[in-house]
């Protein structure tokens, strides 16, 4: 038995054992307890690597998303601990589908993490379509109109999402089974890539359209985003927060993975122009729409949007420098936008409300939190000495060199998107603080670490991470 | 040439065909019981083609495909919606959705797509799977087009349902493939309905409507 399947059995047997605890606050503990022992189990791969198995795989790629999609799972089961107590109190929520909620909150991370580590298309396939069904019921879960209309769109959209990203995995087989032969293997990604040169190249280019396609659904791709903004805005915030900060990155890398393979054949077509098409537009529509936003939930959903849209355009991009830059804004946006839903979380509990007109004043009325709302938007704007500026900035340089004109819509959509983000951040944060004040006990430890480490990250990255990301980047061609 | 000179290749050819013409019966039928009907005979073709397919590639895993297709999809899944519509008392509703016409004329368009992409690709494949792949990407496209032009929530459940179809047909086409695929799109089958069971329940709770045209009124972006 290997580490990796301790880092899958500890999140598979507490959503177990979570299904059966009746009392939520203790149910709330385990989902911490099990969170934390995820988290550790997932940094012994940095010590000694496991072996490539035919179904599981950590390799130089998966190896830190693995350990940051354990940490951001972990710091969200402690601002979730705190969270559901006040909705509780509140009674939007009954200790009833507490049980459900826990267990499907482990059950999640174990579909992220078996996304991560699955070296089988097929594995890798079913693990993303579990991660749908488990977050269609933690997005329902509050079951009112607009929750219950949030769930069914996600459902419909990425049910045909997965669909057509099965289809893509069935023409990847097609593809591969001529030189592979029948069998497992034609589906084992590691064994799939070095013989990826021989494949039938135009139906290697076939199978990608369908698996960005069907994958990018899952990132929150215009024009397949539809479902994002009402699943971040309708559910409880813990599931915004690793929807946004999880989910999407995982739904990329899988991209990713079958962009390495279409990498490795010469004469498939270059998968960035695809790519590079989709990221910019949901870059744009998402930056403009930012403006339109009531709901404050919905607006930080859009700005996730806006991101995945500026990752996906540097990995379009490709190179070393633009794929460094992609891998860094993954990191950094996905431990920033977690921060930024922990804190409106509280804040939403607080004012009694996700109408940004009916928050006002949040540095007055809520120092601590009104400052970490601040800091956290400030990050996700990409102001220096955050570590979101860094990756934009890297971004936005290797493609100035490249591609004038598409850095230049880059820029301008970054432009729009910063003017929104200050647009409201003044009015939440700042001027006379109105909204209801309800008493709710707030866990920011979750929040400031993130955004210690972003800040870090700004002003110093460590070495080993750098060559890290180096040599991914290298990877990822 | 004597009349059966490939009876395995005429055979899936024959089935494949009668499960597009299924789709776009699909297309076309406006109340919610011949949806039904019309749903469950496409997927004792899909068990036929399954099993024919286990035969022709002497691969017994994929009988167990045919026998979850024949079991799930031809029986349970269609009474228990059946179920559903008498007990929501929606069987008279007859959809308003895009006209008969403009909908067969994109699905007609639908099909020569999926020719026309896959057919060139797969030259080097099997004449047997190139076929099964392009009617099973038509009618994967043609569920996707019945999910879009329906608003009636029960029939967008059944367009998805015959789009998981034309995946399976897909997937069993395709010369030794994994059964973990299959399986997994079985189990998927099973999950997703038990899901949309909930939703069923939960929508008629809280709206006395299936008509996603109404839930979509409550969107959350009011001011």
Redesign the interface.
């Known amino acids: 038995m290997s580490i990796v399947h301790v880092i899958l059995a500890i999140p598979a047997l507490a959503a177990l054992l979570l299904a059966l605890l009746p009392s939520y606050r203790l149910a709330a503990r385990v989902n911490v307890a099990a969170s934390v022992l995820t988290l550790f189990a997932s940094l012994v791969p940095f010590i000694r690597r496991p072996d490539t198995t035919p179904f599981l795989l950590i390799d130089d790629f998966n190896i830190y998303l693995v350990a940051l999609t354990a940490f951001v799972a972990c710091t969200t089961s402690l601002f979730s601990a705190r969270y559901i107590v006040h909705e509780v109190e509140i009674g939007r929520l009954v200790p009833r589908y507490l049980r459900y909620y826990h267990a499907m909150y482990q059950a999640f991370v174990l579909t992220m993490l078996l996304a991560l580590t699955a070296n089988?298309l097929?594995?890798l396939?079913?693990a993303i379509?579990g991660a749908t069904?488990t977050t269609?019921?933690m997005v329902?879960l509050y079951?009112?109109?607009?929750a219950?209309?949030?769930?069914?769109k996600y459902?419909?959209l990425c049910?045909?999402g997965i669909?057509?990203a099965?289809?893509g995995?069935?023409l990847m087989?097609?593809a591969a089974?001529?030189v592979m032969g029948?069998?497992?293997l034609a589906?084992t990604w590691s064994e799939l890539l070095p013989h990826a040169a021989q494949f039938?190249p135009?139906?290697l280019?076939?199978a990608f359209v369908f698996l960005l396609v069907g994958y990018g659904t899952k990132v929150g791709l215009a024009p397949l985003h539809a479902w994002l903004p009402?699943a971040h805005?309708?559910g409880p915030t813990p599931i915004s927060a690793v929807l946004s900060g999880l989910l999407l990155n995982v739904a990329l890398y899988s991209v990713l993975r079958f962009k390495m393979l279409l990498a490795a054949n010469p004469l498939a077509v270059a998968p960035g122009p695809l790519m590079v098409t989709m990221g910019l537009s949901s870059l744009l529509l998402a930056s403009f729409m930012l403006y339109r936003?009531?709901?404050i939930k919905?607006f930080f959903a859009y700005s996730s949007i806006e991101h995945m849209g500026i990752i996906t355009f540097a990995f379009g991009m490709g190179g070393p420098l633009a794929n460094f830059a992609g891998l860094l804004h993954m990191t950094m946006h996905s431990l920033t936008k977690s921060a930024i839903f922990y804190a409106v979380g509280h804040v939403s509990q607080i004012k009694g409300t996700q109408?940004i007109a009916d928050i006002r004043g949040l540095t007055s009325s809520q120092p601590v939190l009104g400052w970490a709302l601040v800091l956290g938007v400030v990050a996700i704007a990409g102001l220096p000495p955050f570590g979101v500026f860094m990756s934009e900035f890297l971004v936005l340089t290797t493609s100035f060199a490249r591609a004038p004109l598409l850095a230049a819509l880059v820029l301008a959509g970054l432009l729009v998107g910063f003017g929104a983000l200050v647009l409201r951040l003044q009015g939440l944060a700042f001027g006379e603080g109105t909204g209801g004040e309800k008493a709710s006990s707030v866990a920011l430890l979750p929040a400031f670490l993130h955004l210690i480490l972003v800040l870090t990250a700004g002003i110093y990255l460590p070495g080993p991470l750098v060559s890290w990301f180096q040599t991914v980047a290298k990877l990822l061609g | 040439m004597p009349v059966l000179a490939n009876l395995t290749y005429d055979t899936a050819h024959l089935l494949d065909a009668g499960m597009l013409v299924l789709s776009f019966a699909l297309l076309y039928q406006r109340r919610l019981f011949g949806v039904l009907k019309i749903y469950a005979m496409q997927a004792v073709l899909l068990a036929a083609a399954a099993a024919w397919q286990a035969h022709a590639q002497d691969a017994p895993q994929l009988y167990i495909t045919a026998a979850t297709a024949l079991v799930f999809k031809g029986a349970v899944i269609p009474i228990a919606l059946h179920r559903i519509i008498v007990r929501l008392d929606i069987h008279r509703a007859i959809e308003t959705a895009l006209g008969i016409g403009p909908t067969l004329v994109v699905g007609v368009a639908l099909v020569s797509l999926s020719i026309l992409l896959v057919l060139p690709v797969t030259a080097a494949s099997a004449a047997l799977t190139r076929e099964s792949l392009a009617s099973a990407l038509s009618i994967v496209l043609l569920g996707l087009l019945m999910m879009i032009t329906r608003r009636n929530a029960v029939s967008q459940v059944v367009g998805f349902m015959s789009l998981e179809n034309g995946l399976i047909l897909a997937a069993v086409g395709v010369k030794g493939m994994p059964l973990v695929v299959e399986l997994s799109i079985a189990f998927e089958v099973m999950v997703a309905f038990i899901i949309f069971g909930i939703f069923f329940f939960h929508i008629r709770e809280r709206f006395d409507t299936l008509d996603v045209h109404d839930i979509e009124r409550f969107r959350g972006e009011r001011s």
Do not use: C, K, Q, S
């Open positions: 089988n097929g594995t396939w079913v379509e069904l269609v019921l329902g079951r009112t109109h607009a219950l209309e949030a769930a069914w459902f419909i049910g045909v669909a057509l099965l289809f995995t069935i087989y097609l089974e001529p029948e069998g497992l589906m039938n135009a139906l280019n076939l009402d805005a309708e936003r009531r709901d919905r109408r």
